[in-house]
């Protein structure tokens, strides 16, 4: 139904920013709840940042929220992930994930098992 595509990783000094894009193929874009996920190096895939179909709802975890800012534009087809005052433990692999289409417009999820589509992930490191 949707493919993903991110870009925008890199390596950063701490407290510097990036700004991540994924795009997604497909004429449903709008259908679909979009999240951002990020695995570490001997740890598991964790969730990160999450946006209704409509966008009139986000969630955040904890350790980025005043940070990290997820946000989409429907008529592109894209979601992004800007994230300012990097902190070393954000070193990982981050993704773009799609749920389920056809959900409420304001549903947003942080178990990665709602999640269908993946992208391949953009590397993200954070230097002391």
């Known amino acids: 139904q949707v493919q993903l595509v991110e870009s925008g990783g890199g390596l950063v000094q701490a407290g510097g920013s990036l700004r991540l894009s994924c795009v997604a193929s497909g004429r449903t874009f709008s259908s679909y709840a979009m999240g951002w996920f990020r695995q570490a190096p001997g740890k598991e895939r964790e969730f990160v940042a999450g946006i209704s179909r409509s966008g009139s709802s986000t969630n955040y975890a904890d350790s980025v929220k005043g940070r990290f800012t997820i946000s989409r534009d429907n008529a592109k087809n894209t979601v992004d992930l800007q994230m300012n005052n990097h902190k070393p433990e954000d070193t990982a692999v981050y993704y773009c994930?799609?749920?389920?289409?056809?959900?409420?417009?304001?549903?947003?999820?942080?178990?990665?098992?709602?999640?269908?589509?993946w992208g391949q992930g953009t590397q993200v490191t954070v230097s002391s």
């Open positions: 994930a799609a749920t389920t289409h056809f959900s409420a417009t304001n549903w947003v999820s942080r178990n990665k098992d709602d999640y269908v589509y």
